[in-house]
């Protein structure tokens, strides 16, 4: 695929085939793309629509970015700020580590690093089935060890939702950031395949 920066022409298609534009009726090669009906999100860039020059122009003369979008969502997205409020993995402080490692718990440095890298490989059940990274964390959350049986899920849960409940704390709210995680890690588990 050629980019051709200066116009946002794309020559080409990757199978080798010719592009058409899409916009109905129009026979000419469409060399330049606008966004898709799909949005770019978490789950990928999106999809885009493939146009001529001519029918690019055109959409993009009538496409509104801020569709949809309230008069404070539009004042926040053209704030000269805007975007760089979040942080990517890459660039947080812990470079999308947790924590860093306990540096005085090692006698030598690599230990502790190749300790962090075995933290963050699959864990392996005693039958041999894999563990995902959001089912590790939730053994975490929830204090169990990774041979843990459905029995010792429930009671486990059981015991820690008795422990942070507000009504069981007098009222007290200040541990319920606490109970969201428990209550989340044992829906995960709850409905994973090692509890089957």
């Known amino acids: ?10 020559g080409g ?6 592009r058409s534009c899409e916009r109905p009726g ?12 799909r949005a770019p999100g978490f789950d990928g860039p999106g999809d885009y629509r493939w146009f001529c020059l001519d029918h690019v122009r055109e959409f993009n003369s ?7 979008m309230s008069a404070d969502q539009i004042l926040a997205a053209q704030h000269p700020a805007a975007g760089w409020e979040g942080e990517t993995r890459a660039f ?4 999308g580590v947790d924590n860093a490692p306990r540096w005085a718990d090692f006698k030598d440095p690599l230990d502790a690093i190749s300790g962090r890298a075995r933290a963050f490989r699959a864990a ?3 039958d041999g089935r894999l563990f995902t990274p959001e089912e590790r964390g939730a053994f975490e959350a ?3 060890s990774s041979d843990a049986d459905r029995k010792a899920l429930r009671s486990r849960y059981s015991q820690l939702v008795r422990r942070y409940h507000p009504d069981r704390n007098g009222g007290d709210r200040s541990m319920e950031s606490n109970l969201q995680a428990v209550v989340e890690a044992y829906n995960l588990l709850r409905a994973s395949v090692h509890f089957a």
């Open 62 to 68: 009538g496409y509104d970015w801020f569709a949809g």
């Open 26 to 37: 129009c026979a000419e090669t469409g060399e330049f793309r606008a966004p898709g009906h």
């Open 1 to 10: 695929m050629r980019h051709d920066r200066f116009h946002g022409r794309i």
């Open 13 to 18: 298609s990757p199978n080798g085939m010719r």
């Open 142 to 144: 929830l204090g169990l």
């Open 92 to 95: 947080r402080p812990t470079a």
């Open 124 to 126: 392996v059940r005693p």
